[in-house]
């Protein structure tokens, strides 16, 4: 295989398999994988923990304040076999995928100043090639010149369910009725936020995984990667 270094930029909506695919990937090639969903979601998490949000109205006077008390990395978890995200030294893997951060995450991540930061740190972190980065704007803003760029969907059902059994795996007690009002919402909201909204790259090729098994995309889209590298 050549020895080229490349990026991948994975970008789709929520609970479309996006950072379950880009891991996949990242094992596969030795690369690096950031999750920078994750990232809006540490962030949110702290706002949370500092009453930057209460009943769905975020104060962002208090969110500027303290976006410099935010320190992010990722540290390869060996037990997982994969990185998890740290926020001040804190392994918050788990915590920023409960309900409450999900709730809350498209009300942080819509301001340009919080945007602004993550961006910059997703390209600093990238900035050695070699890595697959998952998000909602990763082809279109963080790295549009990514060498390899998919755009990942699915219908609204396919990817409640997707959420409710992976909560349901990790013990959580949440109804799918939630998980799928709270899938539409963020579709809405990613996609008609004013910085950065969700869009699929004009130079993107589109992965519809309705129907698709975990094996069945992984090796659709190594087959591309492939014949790039080759």
């Known amino acids: 295989m050549s020895k080229k270094k490349i ?3 994975i970008d789709g909506y929520s609970s479309s398999g996006k950072s379950t695919l880009a891991k996949e990937i990242a094992k596969s090639l030795g690369y690096r994988y950031i999750d920078s969903g994750a990232m809006y979601r540490a962030v949110t998490l702290f706002a949370i923990r500092n009453g930057v949000v209460e009943n ?5 006077v ?13 540290k390869y978890n060996e ?5 998890d995200i740290f926020l001040n030294n804190e392994n918050v893997e788990d915590e920023i995928r409960k309900m409450e951060v999900s709730n809350t995450v498209s009300l942080i991540s819509k301001y340009a100043f919080v945007r602004a930061r993550m961006v910059k740190l997703q390209q600093e972190m990238g900035s050695d090639s070699e890595i697959v980065m998952d998000g909602r704007d990763i082809g279109t803003v963080v790295f549009p010149n990514a060498n390899i760029k998919i755009f ?13 059994n992976e909560l349901i795996e990790k013990g959580e007690d949440v109804s799918y009725d939630d998980i799928s009002k709270n899938v539409r919402e963020r579709d809405y909201l990613d996609e008609n936020r004013t910085e ?4 699929k790259a004009s130079d993107s090729i589109e992965l519809d ?8 995309q992984f090796e659709w889209i190594m087959n591309i990667i492939n014949k790039y590298l080759e």
Do not use: G, W
């Not at 950065?196 to 869009?199: D, G, M, Q, V």
């Open 7 to 9: 990026i991948i930029a």
């Open 56 to 60: 769905n109205i975020v104060d962002e």
């Open 62 to 74: 208090k969110l500027k304040n303290i976006l410099d008390n935010i320190h992010i990395n990722f």
């Open 79 to 83: 037990a997982r076999k994969h990185q």
């Open 152 to 164: 990942m969907t699915a219908d609204v059902e396919s990817r409640a369910k997707r959420r409710y």
């Open 196 to 199: 950065s909204p969700l869009r």
């Open 209 to 216: 995984n309705s129907n698709l098994s975990r094996e069945e």
